[in-house]
């Protein structure tokens, strides 16, 4: 029998994106479980270190959003051809969290004057910083993150660009067509392009 | 001939020493290029994303520090015996960078006042919650991590030890006999003991 996934998250697409794009490219069957904010309080403190999302896969639970992605990723081929490229791509894929962590730094930040004084730096430096390299990446790798083809990075990536934008309040792809083409080419991917027209909606 | 292998960093333990740990055990020779904190300016644009460390092997350029050691891991043999055991190891080494991000945003804090709110929620919450279940992790794996016995996952957690203890400003380990066993397995591998007995001091 074919092993049973659960995914337990906030009722967005957010960290859990990636990891449904990934479950979606593979074929395989999950149970998209999403909580009502209301209810975290009761669920946080069973969570593996207090966080979501959580994958089950025939009741063992599996934490870390890019470690349970880079599981799938093995699973639905979506790798490295060799140790070199899955570095190149974990690199990736860690950079494009140091970037989320940049903008969620700006985003989440309740004090408004602080906030404030994060504006200039996050959208003058450090988001073009990222954006003209990871631009210049992908066009060296017509389209793609790493490798010159599909991996998970651009399934990460892409997976998680709704919420990047949310937070950045831009549209981060805007100005980088090499960056647009990362998205164009997962979104025209059937599977992606289905789960995509189907999936509930969610602010980000 | 065997790969050239170059760590180029600060003149410090911190996200190096998991990298130089691993080297170590498995016994490559390596260049440790720690250069003068005064000549960052100059390095740091030639840096991929502006970041160290880097690790060249045969002249090819690996970034991100847990990127490049889950490579080295795989050269050693430090890694899962199956995709579900790696799926562990790498949920455990990104909670341990939870954990050190916690710790960084307190202790990178400039402005004073902020960094004084931060304290209270950080010693009394947040270092008890990780190391309350991180400990209980250690206990149930004998004094390792994961899958009962050493793994990359240990090297990377007392690599990084010394770092976290000097941010903190408390040894994190003190009161927590199980996540002192794994530090012990660790500097008792040989080749650790060597390298901790000739590497060059740093504070952190």
Redesign the interface.
């Known amino acids: 029998m074919a092993p049973q996934y659960k995914l337990t998250y906030f009722p967005v697409k957010a960290l859990g994106e990636p990891i449904r794009f990934l479950l979606r490219y593979g074929g395989i069957e999950f149970e998209d479980f999403r909580f009502d904010r209301e209810n975290w309080p009761q669920i946080k403190p069973n969570m593996?270190?207090?966080?979501v999302p959580i994958l089950e896969i025939d009741g063992?639970v599996?934490?870390?959003s890019?470690?349970?992605c880079?599981?799938l990723a093995?699973?639905v081929k979506l790798v490295g051809k060799d140790?070199?490229e899955?570095?190149?791509i974990?690199?990736m894929?860690?950079?494009i969290n140091?970037f989320r962590?940049k903008i969620a730094n700006y985003h989440y930040e309740t004090d408004e004057a602080?906030k404030e004084t994060r504006k200039g730096p996050l959208f003058k430096e450090i988001l073009p910083?990222?954006q003209e390299?990871l631009d210049a990446i992908a066009k060296s790798n017509n389209g793609y993150l790493c490798s010159g083809r599909l991996t998970w990075a651009d399934m990460y990536f892409v997976g998680l660009l709704d919420y990047l934008n949310a937070m950045a309040k831009v549209d981060l792809t805007e100005k980088f067509p090499n960056l647009q083409a990362v998205k164009n080419n997962v979104l025209a991917i059937s599977q992606i392009k289905e789960w995509v027209a189907v999936r509930p909606e969610s602010e980000f």
């Not at 593996?48 to 966080?51: A, K, L, T, Y």
Request: hydrophobic residues 35%; negative net charge; charged residues 30%.
């Open positions: 593996p270190f207090g966080q063992k599996a934490h870390q890019v470690a349970i880079r599981y093995k699973q140790d070199w899955d570095l190149e974990d690199a894929v860690d950079t140091d962590q602080i910083f990222y390299r």
